[in-house]
């Protein structure tokens, strides 16, 4: 790639360095853009030799096929400023961890966005994946988002972009850059403690032991996914390296050198036999990508 890059560029990257399934083949280019001058350089590049790029946050969602990523992949990372906008609005860069985007809201005595606290990852996934819990998702708290789409930077209201439950639709090969969250005045000691009972939660019940991506599959409506995992007798079931946690039967886990291969022919047993024992199509959360 041209020398007038800055940012960081890495060839045949593994991505099982940068995934939480510690899964994935390698992608043929893994840049770290310095700035939004730096990535609109780096996507017209790209965009000029038609090759694909995927944005990435942490990989906290990411099952990456063991053959990799044909094409580059783009790290967020040092996208992460947070600032405040006046009134309830916040602006928190794609690159900006979600418990670091909480405690800055809280500094300023705002709040309404606690339920992202524990959820691993950064703003930039949070939005693409409506990341959420309690009930509550992540674009519902949403004023706007300012995306990187054919070469331009453009501001949406979020009104005007199709969301729903873990989902936001996006055009192939936009970058979220940052969103601006509209919240409430609140107590920093009432956000102090949903933070605190967010971890706690999760470190109860979400300390499965092993490398995930947390929820495998999608809570159809009104149903729990590892309810119906459970009744198909799919607790601990394994396919090499992978295996149907035995601590929270919706999280896959790389119990010792799983492949990405692994956790496809798990998912599928585990789809087959909800399936058949409750008529139900489960369909997978982590985002699936790469090459077989
Ligand atoms: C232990 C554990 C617990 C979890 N608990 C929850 C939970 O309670 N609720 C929940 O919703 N999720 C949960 N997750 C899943 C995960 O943390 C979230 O989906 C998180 O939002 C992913 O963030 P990330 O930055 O790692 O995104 P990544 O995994 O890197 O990316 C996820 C998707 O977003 C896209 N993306 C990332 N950044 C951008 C960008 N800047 N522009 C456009 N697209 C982008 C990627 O291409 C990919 O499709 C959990 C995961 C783990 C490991």
């Known amino acids: 790639m041209t020398t007038e890059i800055r940012g960081q560029l890495r060839y045949n990257e593994p991505m099982s360095l940068h995934t939480s399934l510690k899964v994935g083949g390698p992608a ?7 700035d939004a001058e730096d990535l609109q350089k780096m996507v017209s590049w790209l965009g000029q030799r038609n090759i694909p790029w995927l944005p990435v946050g942490r990989g906290y969602n990411l099952l990456v096929r063991d053959k990799g990523i044909r094409g580059a992949v783009i790290s967020l990372e040092r996208f992460d400023r947070i600032s405040a906008i006046g009134g309830a609005l916040i602006k928190a860069e794609a690159g900006a961890e979600n418990l670091a985007v909480v405690r800055f809201a809280q500094r300023l005595g705002l709040g309404g966005i606690g339920f992202i606290s524990g959820i691993p990852g950064t703003i930039g996934g949070a939005i693409k994946m409506n ?10 708290k949403t004023d706007r988002l300012t995306l990187l789409r054919g070469g331009k930077l453009l501001d949406f209201r979020i009104e005007e972009l199709d969301y729903g439950y873990r989902h936001l639709r996006l055009e192939e090969g936009d970058i979220v850059l940052a969103a601006t969250f509209k919240l409430e005045e609140r107590e920093p000691s009432c956000t102090e403690e949903e933070i605190r009972n967010d971890l706690e939660l999760r470190r109860t019940k979400h300390n499965v032991g092993y490398p995930s991506a947390g929820s495998f599959f999608k809570n159809p409506p009104g149903e729990g996914a590892w309810r119906l995992i459970d ?9 090499g390296g992978a295996q149907v946690s035995e601590v929270h039967s919706n999280f896959l886990v790389n119990a010792g050198g799983a492949t990405a291969r692994d956790f496809l022919d798990l998912a599928t047993i585990v789809i087959n036999a909800v399936l058949t024992t409750s008529g139900v199509t489960l369909e997978e959360e982590v985002r699936i990508v790469g090459e077989i």
């Open 231 to 239: 009744a198909a007798g799919m607790r601990g079931v394994k396919v």
């Open 28 to 34: 043929d280019l893994y840049a770290i853009p310095e």
């Open 131 to 140: 990341a959420g819990a309690y009930g509550e998702g992540l674009l519902a």
